[in-house]
């Protein structure tokens, strides 16, 4: 079956660690993302990618390092310079052309990352 | 600054009645409106669009309603079904892929 699948589900982390979380699709999208979910709030924007070898800052990229070298996969590196980083993690996907405004996305079941 | 806005975190509704969810936007340059379905421990799900340039979508059960002078945009569940007991979330679209989530409403469905 076609989808995106995050690992690992619960992911704990020491202070001072970089700690990086899998997504990869075989949905055949060329667009990636990674959004932040936080108690009581909406998602947010992290990171996202539009093609292969590029990617752009999103609302809250800092503490946060991605790459995209191949167009399954979009992993997240969530560095010690994130002070907050404890949040419900969730990538997505969806099909990228240009002038074509609306595609929904995709999303993965997430991640959970807790500090030690 | 939260450009999309759901004012309401939790909402109860008697199964077989309409749900109402609501949503409230600030840029008028948003070209599409979504919901979102989101079932614990799961991603979202996409459930129904607009673009900016209609005031009304409907799909099945589900219709979403759009105000652009009062950047207003409304979910309509009818009939509401235990199923439909879920967090929904309202999202925006600007530039090519970018979406703009609200904060989420708690729908209950109650027997």
């Known amino acids: 079956d076609g989808g995106i699948t995050q690992s690992p589900k619960y992911l704990f982390r020491k202070e001072g660690q970089n700690v990086t979380l899998s997504c990869e699709q075989n949905l055949n999208h060329d667009a990636m993302y990674w959004y932040r979910q936080d108690p009581g709030q909406g998602l947010r924007l992290i990171y996202y990618s539009q093609i292969v070898n590029d990617f752009q800052k999103g609302d809250i990229a800092e503490g946060y390092s991605v790459s995209r070298e191949k167009k399954e996969s979009f992993p997240l590196t969530v560095t010690s310079a994130q002070k907050n980083p404890t949040a419900f993690y969730l990538c997505?996907?969806?099909?990228?052309?240009?002038?074509?405004?609306?595609?929904?996305?995709?999303f993965g079941d997430g991640t959970r990352l807790s500090i030690l | 600054d939260q450009q999309v806005k759901q004012n309401s975190p939790s909402l109860s509704v008697q199964e077989g009645r309409i749900s109402i969810l609501n949503c409230d936007y600030t840029n008028s340059m948003f070209d599409y409106f979504l919901w979102y379905k989101k079932y614990p421990a799961e991603g979202p799900t996409f459930l129904i669009s607009?673009?900016?340039?209609?005031d009304k979508n409907e799909d099945g059960r589900f219709t979403v309603f759009l105000n652009k002078s009062a950047k207003h945009l409304s979910l309509h569940i009818v009939p509401s079904q235990p199923g439909d007991s879920a967090v929904y979330f309202c999202a925006a679209l600007r530039g090519a892929q970018k979406l703009v989530f609200g904060q989420g409403t708690r729908l209950t469905i109650n027997p």
């Open positions: 607009i673009s900016s340039i209609k």
């Open positions: 997505a996907s969806s099909i990228y052309r240009t002038g074509s405004a609306h595609q929904p996305q995709h």
